[in-house]
């Protein structure tokens, strides 16, 4: 599972614990029991129809009205890229169109539109797995003259510049799951899986056997322990900790570790792949680093990696940037 779809399964599984962890506030005001998931709807990119979908798209109720519904709008982005606020925007513009056009085909006066805004906000916020200038920042696009200008505002959550320390202090399970990507702050990376799971043992009463899986294949694949460290942790879950090793032995939640594990293994020889091609043919187009972390059998990466010794091209190793089906 690559890390954009894991985010966007993380983010959906745990709404209500990711809108109260990053906005208390609004959470307090939502009705998570009256949610309506939005993910599958299509959005098309005018004036070519290209198909776009954004990333998690839900629909929750206000406890008290107006505005009566929420749009949450979450993206998962792994680098910077300049056209980012412009994707956001239009983005926006996206969903309200499609919103509109679902209700009404008729041309709106003005003062029916902005009946209607009040019907319906959007939260848009980014989970960004790369460091900004602060860890929470709140970001606005504008476009158009001044006195008339449409704005996009969103949340852009940088995930290396927050404290996994501080993070797993605070009560909402989803925390075990998103410390792997924060800044370790002073915890060794032993010490930091040991504190996930534990923080996870005060959820496993309250959470589907689905979200315990989310969590666990969380820490196991992005949280990635050398030889050495490998030996410390397991020294520190059978001497010190084991009821953390009684937990992650047990089956209903084997199979979550051993994806994790898996998918682990998988990414160091994507890893490795990528550096060796740069190595040899320079700075790589984005497609074909897409192409190879959309690879998953490991014989084929393998393969690959033996292969650079004697090509001379990206062509000779057979890779064009196209995803396979």
């Not at 962890?21 to 609004?26: D, S």
């Not at 009463?205 to 322990?225: D, P, W």
């Amino acid at each position: 599972m690559e890390l954009d779809q894991f985010m966007k399964e993380l983010a959906v599984d745990f709404i209500a614990y990711v809108i109260e962890l990053f906005f208390p506030c609004l959470a307090r005001r939502l009705d998570f029991a009256r949610k309506k998931d939005l993910n599958k709807q299509l959005y098309t990119a005018s004036p070519e129809g290209a198909e776009r979908f954004v990333d998690v798209l839900l629909e929750v109720a206000f406890k008290e009205q107006p505005p009566e519904f929420l749009l949450i709008h979450m993206e998962s982005q792994q680098s910077k890229r300049f056209d980012f606020p412009a994707r956001m925007l239009g983005y926006h513009c996206l969903i309200y169109a499609r919103e509109i056009e679902g209700e009404r085909q008729d041309s709106f006066s003005l003062s029916e539109f902005t009946a209607w805004q009040n019907k319906k906000r959007i939260l848009s916020f980014v989970f960004c797995n790369y460091p900004l200038q602060d860890g929470i920042t709140q970001e606005e696009q504008k476009i158009g003259l001044p006195e008339s200008s449409l704005i996009c505002q969103y949340t852009c959550i940088s995930l290396p510049l927050l404290s996994a320390r501080e993070y797993l202090r605070k009560d909402n399970p989803v925390v075990c799951a998103l410390a792997v990507f924060m800044d370790a702050d002073g915890l060794s990376l032993p010490e930091l899986k040991v504190a996930c799971y534990r923080k996870l043992l005060d959820y496993q009463s309250t959470l589907t056997r689905q979200q315990i899986n989310i969590i666990v294949y969380a820490i196991e694949t992005y949280l990635s322990l050398s030889d050495e460290e490998k030996q410390v942790y397991q020294r520190m879950i059978r001497e010190v900790y084991p009821e953390v090793n009684e937990m992650i032995t047990n089956p209903l939640i084997e199979r979550g570790r051993q994806q994790g594990i898996q998918q682990g293994v998988q990414q160091g020889k994507q890893s490795i792949l990528l550096q060796l091609l740069g190595a040899k043919f320079g700075q790589l187009p984005e497609s074909v680093g897409e192409e190879i972390r959309a690879m998953t059998n490991e014989q084929e990466l393998d393969q690959l990696s033996l292969r650079i010794l004697t090509a001379n091209s990206l062509d000779e190793m057979g890779l064009n940037g196209q995803v396979k089906p």
